[in-house]
Structures are given as structure tokens and as C-alpha cells.
């Protein structure tokens, strides 16, 4: 799913930019970090892309990632860090660490851009087939109907893309006019 969790993350960030516009040369980096952090909840899968990214800090991560996720909520993958919980945490943690060398309006916009990706990244895994039950936890636990869910790679993921790319495509048409 690494095309379609970065191609939701920019669109995010797209829309993101068109609805409440940062400085216009921020909007290139609230695109390109909001299509990165879609990568993160996967940081709890051992052979993710996000965990492979940049070894041995990424594995290190996945690991304590997976640790924490299973004593909070009692599963490894598609627990904590496919939540909305976690997804604030990353966008303070980004937003904190850019303060120390970015103006503050760019850390902020980075650490928004940041926690919007990673939750778009659990939304996303939640339309698979296999789900993802902390979407919207601790909130809610919702489950979408089984006509909206897709199997990873198959026909349905690539109209899912497709529907990303116009959608993406129309965003970016609309700031540009």
C-alpha cells in the first residue's frame, strides 16, 4: 500500500493547504511530510516500508513501537500506531523537534502536516480488507461497510489511486487558479 498511503498523505496535505493556506512556501513541505507521515502507523510491522526506511533507528522504532502497542491495546500491528492517539503524538514530536532549527510557523505547519499523514495512514489501512479496529480510538471503534474495503494491490487499491490522483489533480488545479 506504499503508493496509495503516500498518494492519501498528499492529497491530505493538499486539501490541508487549500482549506486553511500556510505560507505559500510552506505548502510544498506541508504536502511532502503529510505523504511521508501517511507511512508511519506501519512503523509497527517489522517488514513495512516505514520500518526498513532507515535501519537500525527504524527497526529499533518498530520494535518499541510494537511493545507499546501491545500493552496498550493488546495487539502488535494495526494497534496504537493506527490511531489517532498516536497520530497526535507524531505531530507534536515533529512539530517539537523542527522548533529547535525551523522558524515556528514552519514547525508547526510540519508537526500539523505531520500528525494529519500518520492519521490519513490508518484511515487508509482501515478501508483494507484486513482493517484496522483503532482508526478512531479511543473515540470510536468503527468498522467500514465491506463494500468500501479493498484487498492491498488488487483492483480495488488501484481505484482507490486513481481516484487519489484526481482528486489530488483538482486540489492542486484549485490553488494554482
Do not use: K, Y
Request: glycine content about 12%; overall charge positive; aromatic content about 8%.
Amino acid at each position: 500500500m506504499g503508493r496509495t498511503h503516500a498518494l492519501s498523505g498528499a492529497v491530505l496535505g493538499l486539501g490541508v493547504c487549500t482549506v486553511v493556506p500556510p505560507p505559500p512556501g510552506l505548502v510544498p513541505v506541508v504536502v511532502v511530510v503529510c505523504a511521508l507521515a501517511a507511512f508511519a502507523p506501519d512503523l509497527d510491522h517489522p517488514s513495512s516500508t516505514a520500518t526498513r526506511a532507515l535501519p537500525p533507528i527504524t527497526w529499533l522504532l518498530s520494535r518499541m513501537i510494537r511493545a507499546l502497542s501491545r500493552a496498550v491495546t493488546g495487539v502488535a500491528h494495526r494497534g496504537l500506531s493506527h490511531s489517532p492517539v498516536f497520530a497526535a503524538a507524531i505531530g507534536l514530536l515533529v512539530w517539537w523537534a523542527t522548533g529547535h532549527v525551523l522558524p515556528e510557523e514552519t514547525a508547526v505547519w510540519t508537526g500539523i502536516a505531520a500528525g494529519a499523514g500518520c492519521w490519513i495512514g490508518a484511515i487508509g489501512d482501515e478501508l483494507t480488507s484486513a482493517g484496522n479496529r483503532f482508526a478512531f480510538w479511543p473515540l470510536a471503534r468503527v468498522r467500514w461497510p465491506d463494500f468500501l474495503r479493498f484487498r492491498t494491490g488488487g483492483p480495488g487499491e488501484q481505484v482507490v489511486d486513481l481516484l487519489l490522483t484526481g482528486a489530488g489533480l483538482v486540489l492542486l488545479w484549485r490553488m494554482l487558479v
